[in-house]
């Protein structure tokens, strides 16, 4: 079993910057791919970057050039940076990892960009 923290939401005005954080459970190295997602009140939860435990990144063509995704495979941790914020980037956003085969998510954090 993995447990995935999230840290780091807020509310911020547009144009400005938040960095979520996701630390999962478990011996070093041991997560493979990690991610976030972010869901929108009445809308699908929706990929936002993913990253390999290489450090392989995919992202959302909403996200790209504005977020970095990022790890620490000693601390099981991906992070998400992002800058230039809009209202549309408001939804609360979750935290996904895979180990063994096996897919985690954590409990999400909100994330409020004012206009």
């Known amino acids: 079993q993995v447990q995935l923290v999230e840290s780091g939401g807020g509310l911020v005005q547009a144009g400005g910057s938040l960095r979520l954080s996701c630390a999962a459970s478990?011996?070093?190295?041991?997560?493979?791919?990690m991610g976030w997602y972010r869901q929108a009140p009445g809308k699908q939860r929706d990929l936002v970057a993913t990253?390999?435990?290489?450090?392989?990144?995919n992202y959302a063509d909403s996200a790209k050039g504005r977020f970095t995704i990022s790890r620490d495979n000693l601390k099981n941790t991906v992070y998400l940076q992002m800058n230039s914020l809009k209202p549309e980037d408001t939804a609360v956003y979750y935290c996904?990892?895979?180990?063994?085969?096996?897919?985690?998510w954590g409990q999400g954090t909100q994330v409020t960009v004012s206009s």
């Open positions: 478990g011996r070093p190295f041991t997560i493979n791919a």
């Open positions: 996904n990892a895979w180990r063994d085969y096996t897919n985690y």
């Open positions: 990253i390999t435990r290489g450090g392989s990144t």
